[in-house]
């Protein structure tokens, strides 16, 4: 191992993902998590990885962009990805876990490399020498935030994300649902279904509108991520965005009925089948309001709450003014940011930008220079639109199509356009990481 061990800050996706490609390149880490020392309000273990809001990846075809991310990632040796698919549990086409077998199989990992000292303790400041990798998430702490601050020499940027309740599956009343995936993909279990008419949804959308929410601080405005938007704020954009939103019913019919208005879906959240996600309901109610106006649900009358939905601030960097595309600051080269924080939203995509600032933090280390994945991959527009969005309306970004460059040869139909981009990625990747090896 390298005798100049490479700090890592944060033990979640980004963090443990970063600490793991440093270490499996035969440089030393040291990682830093602050729990249980210093616990969050969303944290309910101290298992490195902890997934707090849902407990999808989103999808996981090669059709998709999230699943030409997640190929990439196989490809570069991804241990995150290498948790998920061994703790999978039934969603479709969408890769899901079991979180705490995830969580735990991320924490064993992490443990038993001879190259990673775990700390746990809270980081204040940033370390003075070596190199270092941010992968402190959108809760880091006040303290360490402060002097975050003080280093870039530039303000944080930030938004407000919710969670999803999750239902306890022997309070639903199964009469009134219907397994089904939307468009039959999947074993046909893997989503729980209940199905609304017109007159229902309407009342529900009414009573999400005039509910009672959880106030923000007085001294801070709301800026929700739009990608993850609170269920009531859905509902008040209009009296069909649900509809055509998390409640959409394309590709859903109950057996032997007709096509309801909307349905709400529900997602396994462990491999027991002991617990469902509710699909898109993350919310900022007051919890009274929530059990209220969730029980208006078909089967949901009785339904036991494992956990209500709730609403925390997220912060990240302004990346296109601070960052370079290897993830290192413009201000110190020794210095990388990694995760939430610096601008991706996403499970996958914190931990895509993990592994590529551990790449470069080990190049740094025996004095190369550190490298950017092609920007026709999902791994390279990635850090290109971080670094290269427009820093006066930069908002945190999901992996999709839109990133990756044009075609040089235009392709009409969407399929196939994308197939080629696709095989473009896969193609551009596999020959970047020949050279960089």
Known sequence: MNNHPITVIGGGLAGTEAAFQIASRGVSVRLYEMRPQTPTRVHHSDFLGELVCSNSLKADTLSSAHGLLKAEMRHLNSLVLRAADACRVPAGSALAVDREQFARYLTDAVCRHPGITLIREEVTELPSDGFVIVASGPLTSEALTADIQRHVGAEQLYFYDALSPIVAADSIDYTKTFFASRYDRGDGKDYLNCALD????????????????????????????????????????????????????????????????????????????????????????????????????????????????????????????????????????????????????????????????????????????????????????????????????????????????????????????????????LTDLRTWQQKVA
């Open 198 to 425: 017109r007159d229902l949804y309407e009342q529900l959308c009414d009573a999400l509108c005039n509910a009672e929410c959880v106030a923000l601080h007085a001294v801070e405005r709301e800026l929700f991520f739009e990608g993850c938007l609170p269920v009531e704020e859905m509902a008040r954009r209009g009296p069909q965005t649900l509809a055509f939103g998390p409640l959409k019913p394309v590709g859903l019919t109950p057996p032997d009925q007709p096509r309801p208005h909307a349905v709400v879906q529900l997602r396994l959240e462990d491999r027991l089948r002991s617990a469902y996600n509710m699909v898109g309901f993350q919310t900022r109610l007051k919890y009274g309001e929530q059990r209220r106006i969730l029980r208006m649900i078909p089967g949901l009358e009785q339904a036991v709450f494992l956990r209500l939905g709730s609403v925390h601030r997220n912060t990240f960097l302004n990346a296109p003014r601070l960052l370079l595309p290897t993830l290192q600051t413009k201000r110190d080269p020794n210095l990388l940011f990694a995760g939430q924080i610096t601008g991706v939203e996403g499970y996958v995509e914190s931990a895509a930008t993990g592994l590529l600032a551990g790449i470069n933090a080990v190049a740094l280390s025996h004095g190369a220079a550190p490298v950017v994945p092609p920007a026709t991959s999902a791994h390279g527009a990635l850090v290109h639109y971080i670094s290269g969005a427009c820093p006066d309306t930069f908002q945190p970004m999901n992996i999709n199509f839109g990133l990756l460059p044009a075609l040089p040869t235009p392709v009409s139909r969407k399929r196939l356009r994308r197939e080629a981009m696709i095989d473009r990625a």
